[in-house]
């Protein structure tokens, strides 16, 4: 099949959820003998077209400001894609639901992730939750078939637009060992004795609730690292550089290298995961992959993926504390965790059954 996926920053990237997905998906379907296009927002070395790991990268024009960034991509990757000979198009983002009319007008199927709550993100002002609102009712109305990556998502999706998604969850990988190494050595983080928080600096991944419960426990505070960054500006970030300048916590802004972030998840005595509005979360499943001994914040979300209430707490950073304080004195729980985490991963979210998934359903869109 010739397939066409669009809406992501492009391929190969790691910065979210829609990147992850990408850089696993697009050459896995290549893999399979597939002709895959991935449109991009930045050029590769100066190209607009080129081919990475079997698959071909098609930057397109756009805006690159917080604000415009995704529609404007989505806008001039459409209208290219309208105009190609697709036999399906993976579309990514329910902002990119406005320009679903086009390709249903020329006759392209296209299967929509849905992703999370985008109109209840904290980042986003009125306006910007008034758009996502309305690119999710003409995502419901135009796509040829929607992908949830949570059963809790699929279940929001038809009570509030009569729709039913498909449920495919995101894929990890099961890492069996991942010693400290010299990175972790060089950065002076002690194994299995600190405190972990991936995310986002934005409101609803609750970076600052793991702050608080860190300032509750005062001189019981584990040491403690951040890696995530703001593409905004983020109130966050000042109290960060404070607490950093204090000795308080090491942050270490967005990590690209996998290979760190893996050793630092495999190496933490607790992870801390906020996230409150997406579904299935990426970053989650690595770090349950990785063997991170995990707490995540009480959501329909997480509590899918994790199955054991005494790995999930409210949003009161008094309890949070608490369940640090007990977690890093318990060897022997971490220890529990960390098999329970990996062995989670291993049965319900292998990434080459999450591919299969995918080609599944664009398979049948495309009357394959």
């Known amino acids: 099949m010739n397939i066409a996926i669009l809406g992501s920053r492009g391929f190969p990237s790691t910065y979210g ?11 896995w379907l290549a893999a399979q003998d597939h002709d895959v ?33 995704t529609l404007s991509h989505g806008a001039t990757a459409t209208i290219d894609a309208a ?14 639901g406005f320009f679903l009319p086009l390709l249903k007008m020329r006759g392209v199927p296209t299967a929509v992730n849905t992703d999370g709550l985008e109109w209840e993100r904290g980042k986003w002002g009125q306006a910007a939750r008034a758009v ?29 637009f009569n729709v039913e998604p498909t449920y495919v969850p995101y894929g990890a990988e099961v890492v069996r060992s991942v010693e400290g190494g010299d990175d972790l050595t060089r950065l002076k983080i002690s194994p299995d ?4 928080v991936v995310a986002r600096l934005i409101p609803e991944n609750n970076v600052e609730l ?34 950093q300048v204090q000795g308080k916590l090491k942050w270490l802004g967005h990590v690209n290298d996998q290979i760190l ?33 995990v707490i995540a914040l009480d959501t329909p979300f997480n509590r899918e993926v994790i199955r054991d209430p005494v790995q999930l707490v409210p949003r009161d950073a008094h309890k949070l504390a608490e369940r640090i304080r007990s977690l890093i004195a318990s060897e022997s729980d971490r220890a529990r965790l960390r098999t329970h985490g990996q062995q989670l991963v291993a049965e319900r979210y292998q990434w080459d059954v999450v591919c299969a998934q995918y080609l599944e359903v664009l398979r049948r869109i495309a009357g394959h």
């Not at 959820?17 to 050459?27: D, M, S």
């Not at 607009?48 to 960034?69: I, K």
């Not at 960054?229 to 404070?242: K, V």
């Open 37 to 69: 296009t991935v449109y991009c927002r930045t050029r590769g070395e100066g190209r607009r077209e080129w081919m990475t790991e079997g698959v071909r990268c098609l930057a397109t024009a756009g805006l690159n400001t917080t604000a415009l960034s």
């Open 83 to 96: 105009r190609q000979n697709y036999d399906a198009v993976l579309v990514l983002n329910i902002a990119n």
């Open 17 to 27: 959820g829609y990147e992850t997905l990408v850089r696993h998906l697009a050459p």
């Open 132 to 160: 996502f609102r309305l690119g999710a009712t003409m995502t419901a109305r135009h796509a040829t078939e929607l992908i949830a990556d949570s059963k809790a998502i699929a279940e929001i999706w038809q009570t509030r």
């Open 210 to 243: 793991a702050l608080d419960a860190i300032d509750h426990l005062a001189d019981e505070a584990p040491p403690t690292v951040v890696v995530g960054s703001a593409n905004f500006a983020s109130p966050i970030e000042t109290r960060l550089r404070r607490l």
């Open 261 to 293: 972030l893996s050793r630092l998840w495999s190496n933490a005595a607790v992870y801390f995961h906020g996230h409150s509005v997406g579904g299935t979360n990426p970053a989650l499943l690595q770090a349950l992959g990785a063997g991170a001994p």
């Open 193 to 196: 004795r600190y405190l972990l």
